[in-house]
């Protein structure tokens, strides 16, 4: 078995608010991967006292133990107790009702002798490379799938110059118009303080002989393909595989830095936090 993992934050005067993590059971045998992204809210209020990354250690520590310690939990209830175990946490100090309370995308995965489960919520990433080479994206694909108005009001707001003031009410206009969808019907979801959103978590199960290796990957990552189209998915895992988690991360911090103002590659953040974890099973 062969295991690596980089995280790093997208500014090095902020905390990285991506949580990577895998664990490998004292019998040896399988082992689980976590990854979050945390959702970064808007200076404004949030309702929480807590930060992000208190969140998503909270949350990802949690989930990690779960699905090692009960193997007979599915990924979806390990999840779910998991979110409730943090909501107890902060529930009398904070107001987990608002629609900012600290919330992360989800990627998770657990192998057996005989078995690789998955569990992916929001747009984090998790790569399948199957043993005849080729490479299956479990995606979550509801963020691409939001009402039209809502896309065009993302291009309005990369259109205006940064640092506008009307760029700035483009932004506002458009954060709330995502905000309206996030843990709603018709939109998308993510780990936030109700454990029934694990329900809504793409799942799946993949004989362990038919995978070679797993890679998760959190959005400041995976946009080596989504964003910068530096390349297919298959080769993202021959160059983690090849060169290690932080080839990839250093791959990502190079495009951001030839397109810093977002230009040729309009993106929410010009650099990300990013996380990245490989697992050959």
Request: net charge negative.
């Amino acid at each position: 078995m062969h295991l690596a993992l980089a995280t790093e934050p997208g500014d090095p005067q902020h905390p990285n608010e991506d949580y990577a993590s895998v664990a490998v059971p004292a019998s040896g045998q399988g082992g689980v991967l976590v990854l979050l992204d945390g959702v970064t809210p808007p200076e404004d209020d949030h309702g929480c006292v807590h930060t992000v990354p208190w969140f998503t250690a909270r949350l990802g520590g949690a989930m990690l133990e779960l699905s090692v310690s009960h193997p007979d939990m599915t990924l979806p209830k390990a999840l779910a107790e998991a979110i409730s175990r943090t909501a107890e946490g902060h529930r009398t100090s904070c107001d987990l009702s608002h629609p900012r309370t600290p919330q992360a995308t989800v990627v998770a995965a657990r192998w057996s002798e005989h078995t690789v489960e998955h569990l992916v919520l929001s747009d984090s990433v998790l790569l399948l490379e199957r043993t005849d080479g080729t490479v299956l994206p479990v995606l979550d694909p509801r963020l691409d799938e939001l009402p039209p108005a809502v896309g065009e009001l993302r291009a309005a707001v990369r259109a205006l110059p940064r640092g506008s003031a009307e760029r700035a009410a483009a932004g506002r206009e458009y954060v709330r118009a995502v905000e309206a969808l996030r843990n709603a019907e018709g939109g998308f979801f993510t780990a936030a303080a109700d454990p029934a959103v694990a329900a809504r978590a793409v799942t799946g199960t993949t004989p362990r002989s038919a995978v070679r290796s797993l890679t998760a990957l959190s959005d400041g990552a995976s946009r080596w393909v989504e964003v910068f189209r530096e390349g297919s998915w298959a080769d993202c895992v021959a160059l983690v595989a090849g060169q290690g988690p932080q080839a990839l991360i250093d791959r990502v911090r190079a495009a951001e830095a030839a397109d810093p103002a977002g230009t040729a590659y309009p993106r929410g953040k010009a650099r990300d936090d990013a996380a990245v974890i490989f697992v050959a099973p």
